[in-house]
């Protein structure tokens, strides 16, 4: 089974607030939460990490609720700069395995004019 | 300025020869990684080093080949053995003395096996 589902696409435009959602049913109690974003041609960059409530920084907000089952990804007045694909990753990397390394399909977030 | 170098950006290769991608870092991280993607695809975990002298298979290992004789340092090699060897082959890092530290990547490895 997946570890993490996330839409395949979406579309939005310039200026609106964007919220992508992932769900991760299976998460386990020391697994974290965190989100990359890639352009074509680059590495994945990080853009937020959180366990639970709500973090947010100064391109991203995380909400995460209590459950912790699922995480929103919410990018504040998108550009046309912001198009790219985002991946949600569920795991604890601290423990020294692979668990959390896992890069599903991404959303492929694209911002109209 | 620290980071990730992987060299070169583009390398082409024949069919049945071995082929080394570079990787190097700066940021003193003890942790690195290699993943490979295709076109649409996601990234897919092919070896990782937890610290020097030391290495783990990802879910692809077959057909590749890693070193850790340095910190800095995490080379992969592509063999004949791999079938489909084309791809972006991207190279991460990240600290192991902070909990669940994030993946810092370099800018990636086209390679096209021809």
């Known amino acids: 089974l997946a570890k993490t589902t996330q839409p395949i696409s979406m579309d939005s435009y310039e200026g609106q607030e964007v919220n992508i959602t992932c769900s991760h049913n299976?998460?386990?109690?020391?697994?974290?939460i965190t989100w990359y974003q890639q352009f074509p041609s680059q590495g994945p960059r990080f853009i937020i990490q959180?366990?639970?409530t709500k973090v947010t920084n100064e391109v991203a907000s995380l909400f995460i609720p209590a459950d912790r089952k699922s995480s929103t990804l919410s990018l504040p007045r998108v550009s046309l700069s912001d198009t790219a694909v985002y991946y949600c990753?569920?795991?604890?990397?601290?423990?020294?395995?692979?668990?959390?390394?896992?890069f599903g399909k991404g959303t492929h977030l694209i911002i109209q004019p | 300025d620290g980071g990730i170098t992987q060299s070169p950006k583009y390398l082409f290769r024949k069919e049945g020869q071995n082929v080394t991608l570079s990787c190097e870092q700066n940021l003193n991280h003890d942790a690195m990684y290699w993943y490979r993607q295709d076109p649409g695809q996601g990234l897919r975990l092919i070896y990782y080093s937890q610290i020097v002298n030391d290495f783990q298979k990802g879910d692809i290992a077959e057909g590749y080949s890693v070193s850790r004789e340095k910190k800095e340092s995490f080379p992969l090699t592509v063999t004949s053995a791999q079938k489909n060897p084309t791809a972006f082959y991207l190279c991460?890092?990240?600290?192991?003395?902070?909990?669940?530290?994030?993946?810092?990547f370099g800018n990636g490895t086209r390679l096209t096996v021809t």
């Open positions: 991460a890092s990240s600290r192991r003395d902070r909990e669940n530290s994030p993946l810092h």
């Open positions: 299976n998460i386990a109690t020391n697994d974290y």
């Open positions: 959180g366990y639970k």
């Open positions: 990753l569920v795991g604890d990397v601290t423990g020294g395995g692979a668990d959390g390394l896992t």
